[in-house]
Each structure stands twice: as structure tokens, then as C-alpha cells.
């Protein structure tokens, strides 16, 4: 057993293994700073629960990620050629992100509710942007089985930086302010920057799926014989980059393989996402300190997830992907159902306490402490299965588009249910609303017990 978990440690050893821990944190960073730390900042200023979910809905930028994929895929920037097509898109991308975050320290959401959520949009655009190009590169600059440490790697960088963005500001905001903590965080955020100046650009990749994308292009060109030249080549350019990832994808696994596997990447992340931006309102709204919440949730939480994380990087190699995706999906709806009893519990303390003035007695730190754990732990087993389950779908001809075409798949129906958490909550209350977020995660369940099923009986017959 030892062994093997050196072995798995020893993977980190990899030079653009050890890279993905800084570039993820420079992708997880932006994350807290436009959803759950803003939705703290937001309850503190006044803002209804309500228009805090919609607030939430800048996240659909990480889910409409893939109209624009297809460019970041393929153009090359002019002026940043040197660096190669993947970090020029990064850096590019950075520095919008570096913008945002500022202008969103200089405003008080509390005055100028719009303005804020116009920089947060914003800053979700270049961080998905960000995204498309260091997903494209993760999955470009190692072999195949170097995906399982990259994905690993991804999370626990990724995680790290919500430590930053989540303990790290509120922590920071309790003491100097809302303006010094977000301007802290663009400082922090400089590591991403950094590290794109000092990597290698992965290799361009050779086995692009030209017979998919030349038989559409001929075929179009064949048809569109009497266009003007511009048009034509506009409309060729467009079906090799934007209609060829999407043809072959169902090419290369077939109707009957890939619609379940689409239907998976859909359902997968609903339990976690559906609740995850209600649970810093719910732990304030118990009375919780932003210090509490800072330690318990943001801090010993996303530790835990990083644990959760390396343990899933042993796991993917001892059972596989489907197996790990499995263990995962399960503790999430498992976990929601502890947040379902941990308010129905704590309601009655609130009640008892109701005349506190704002809440000054805290209820006891196990609640937080023992739903936090269950959480975290499942979201790094089932985030790092996710990442390296989507890689392996990826052809490295379309390494951005198609895996941006996951991320939308899985990210827009779970962001737009996400958005209603505040309705939800007020018409039902906060345990209903966790039952009902332990329910989105059935559908997962189910697919990826058939594709369990589906990879077993693969190995038997090879």
C-alpha cells in the first residue's frame, strides 16, 4: 500500500505535472471572487437571497465557454505569437481576469449592485477563456498516462486557490475590508502570469481527425461552388473548427455509445453545483462568523478536498475511472442529505436564540465542521475522476472545443438550476431544498453504473 501511494506521489515529479498546480490555481482563484465569496460580500451589503442567485448566473459564462472555443482552438494571437497558441490565450486571458478583480474591490455592491455584477460577468468571461485554453493544454502537453496526475494535479492547484479566494478573503475582508481583500487576491493571482512566462508551449498535435473534418469541408465547398470566395471560406472555416469536434466525436464512439456518455457528463456535477452556491448564504444565515466560516468551510474544508483529490488520483490508477466516479457521486448525495439534517437540527437553535442581535451566539462548530468534511471529501474524489473522464474523451485534434463542449454540457443546466437555489429556499425552506439537490444526483448514479457495467464487461472481452 505504501508503495503504491509513492508511486502515485512520485507522478508529481513530472516538470508539467508539478506546472498544473500553479496554472490551476491561477484558474480556481477567479471562481470564489464572482460566486461564493461574492455571495457573502452581497449578504453582508444587504442583498436579498433572491437577487443573490441570480447573481450566480455569471457562472454561465464557464458554461457558454464553448461558443467561442473554437477560436481560442485555433487563432493564433499577433501580437503574443512568441509564446505559441495555448499560453498566449492564457496570458491574454490573465490580464482581463487581473482587471476584473480590481474593478470589483473599487465597488460597493451595496450602492452600485449593477456595476458590480457587469465586472463579475466580465471577469467570468476571461476565466473561462483562461480555462478553454490551459484545459486544451493539460490535456496537449503530457501522454495518456500522465491524465490521471494532471487531473489530480488540477485539483488540488485548483483547490488551493479556493483556500485563497474563499478563507483567504473572508479572513481578509473581517479584518481590513471588501476593497483590501479583493485587492489582495488580484496580487495572489499574479502566480498564473508568471508560470505561463516560464513554460514550454506543448507541441502542436499531428493526428488531427482529417478525414471527419475534410470530408465535411469537401462536402460543403462541393455544395457552396457558386459563393463568393469570402463567405465560402468563412463557412469552411467554421465547419472544420466548430461542426468537425462535434461530428467526430459521435464518429469515433458511435450513436448508441456516445449519447449516454454526453447524458452522463450532463447529470454528473448536479448534486454538487445545484447547492454549492447556497451553502455560504446557509452557513450565514445560521449565525456562523465570517472567521468560522473562514477556518471550518474554506480552510479545513478545502483541505479535504485536496486529500479527497490525492486519494482519487490512487483510486483512478487501483479501480479506474468509473469505479472512482461512482464512490463520488454517491458521498455528494450523501452529504446533501447531512446538510437536509444538519437545518432541520439547527433550526431550533435559531429559534431559541432568535432574539440575539445578529445572530452573536454561534451555533456549535461540529455542524459546520461534520457537513463540511462529508462534502469536501466527495467533491475531490468526484471532481478529479470527472476531469480525468472528460479528458479521455477527448480527441487531441479538437483538444479546446470539444472539452469546452463537456464543460457546457455539464456546467448550464447545473448553473441554471443553481440560479433558483434562493426561490426554492424561500418558498421551502433549507433542508426541502437539500433533499432536493440530494435527488439531481440519482440521474448520475444510474449512468455511471452502466458505464461500470460497460467497462467490465470491456475488460473481460479484451
Known amino acids: 500500500m505504501i508503495a503504491r501511494w509513492r508511486a502515485a506521489l512520485a507522478d508529481f515529479a513530472q516538470p508539467r505535472v508539478r506546472a498544473m498546480l500553479l496554472l490551476a490555481f491561477a484558474a480556481g482563484l477567479p471562481f470564489p471572487l464572482i460566486l461564493t465569496t461574492l455571495s457573502a460580500r452581497l449578504r453582508q451589503s444587504g442583498i436579498d437571497r433572491t437577487t443573490i442567485g441570480y447573481f450566480s448566473l455569471v457562472g454561465l459564462a464557464y458554461s457558454f465557454k464553448f461558443c467561442w472555443s473554437p477560436i ?11 509564446l505559441g497558441r495555448r499560453r498566449s490565450w492564457m496570458l ?13 474591490a473599487l465597488v460597493d455592491p451595496a450602492v452600485r449592485p449593477r456595476d458590480i455584477a ?36 488540477y485539483q488540488i492547484g485548483y483547490q488551493c486557490a479556493l483556500i485563497a479566494g474563499g478563507a483567504g478573503a473572508l479572513y481578509a475582508a473581517a479584518q481590513d ?11 495572489c493571482f499574479a502566480i498564473g502570469p508568471l508560470t505561463v512566462l516560464f513554460i514550454r508551449e506543448p507541441e502542436a498535435p ?52 456516445a449519447v449516454p456518455l454526453l447524458a452522463l457528463i450532463v447529470c454528473f456535477r448536479l448534486n454538487y453545483t445545484t447547492m454549492g452556491v447556497a451553502a455560504i448564504p446557509f452557513y450565514v444565515d445560521l449565525g456562523y462568523s465570517l472567521d468560522s466560516i473562514a477556518l471550518i468551510s474554506k480552510a479545513y474544508g478545502v483541505a479535504l478536498t485536496l486529500g479527497g483529490a490525492l486519494l482519487a488520483g490512487y483510486l483512478v490508477k487501483r479501480i479506474g475511472i468509473p469505479a472512482t466516479m461512482l464512490l463520488g457521486v454517491v458521498l455528494l448525495s450523501c452529504a446533501n442529505l447531512l446538510y437536509a439534517y ?9 429559534a431559541q436564540h432568535a432574539g440575539d442581535p445578529k445572530h452573536a451566539i454561534e451555533p456549535d462548530r461540529i455542524w459546520l465542521a461534520a457537513m463540511v468534511s462529508l462534502d469536501n471529501i466527495a467533491n475531490g474524489i468526484a471532481g478529479t475522476a470527472f476531469i480525468a473522464f472528460m479528458s479521455s474523451l477527448t480527441n487531441v485534434a479538437y483538444t479546446a472545443t470539444q472539452y469546452a463542449l463537456f464543460g457546457t454540457l455539464w456546467s448550464l443546466p447545473a448553473k441554471t438550476l443553481a440560479s433558483q437555489w434562493g426561490t426554492i429556499v424561500d418558498k421551502f425552506g433549507y433542508a426541502p431544498f437539500f433533499v432536493y439537490t440530494a435527488a439531481t444526483g440519482v440521474p448520475a448514479i444510474v449512468l455511471v453504473l452502466w458505464l461500470l457495467r460497460r467497462s467490465r464487461r470491456a475488460e473481460r472481452n479484451t
Not at 481560442?72 to 512568441?82: C, F, G
Not at 491574454?92 to 470589483?104: D, H, K, S, T, W
Not at 467570468?124 to 496537449?140: G, K, M, N, P, W
Open 206 to 257: 499531428i493526428a488531427r481527425a482529417i478525414l471527419v473534418e475534410d470530408e465535411l469541408v469537401a462536402g460543403f465547398l462541393e455544395f457552396a461552388v457558386g459563393w463568393p470566395a469570402g463567405p465560402r471560406n468563412v463557412m469552411a472555416w467554421l465547419i472544420g473548427a466548430v461542426v468537425s469536434p462535434i461530428v467526430e466525436f459521435f464518429v469515433r464512439n458511435g450513436w448508441r455509445l
Open 72 to 82: 481560442v482552438d485555433r487563432v493564433p494571437l499577433p501580437l503574443l505569437r512568441v
Open 92 to 104: 491574454l486571458a490573465q490580464c482581463g481576469i487581473v482587471c476584473g478583480i480590481v474593478a470589483m
Open 342 to 350: 444538519s437545518a432541520d437540527q439547527l433550526a431550533s437553535f435559531l
Open 118 to 153: 457587469l465586472f463579475a460577468a466580465f471577469t467570468a468571461f476571461a476565466s473561462a477563456t483562461q480555462d478553454i485554453a490551459l484545459d486544451a493544454y493539460r490535456i496537449e502537453a503530457v501522454d495518456a498516462k500522465w491524465q490521471g496526475a494532471m487531473a489530480a494535479a
Open 177 to 187: 475590508g471588501w476593497t483590501t481583500a479583493y485587492l489582495i487576491m488580484a496580487v
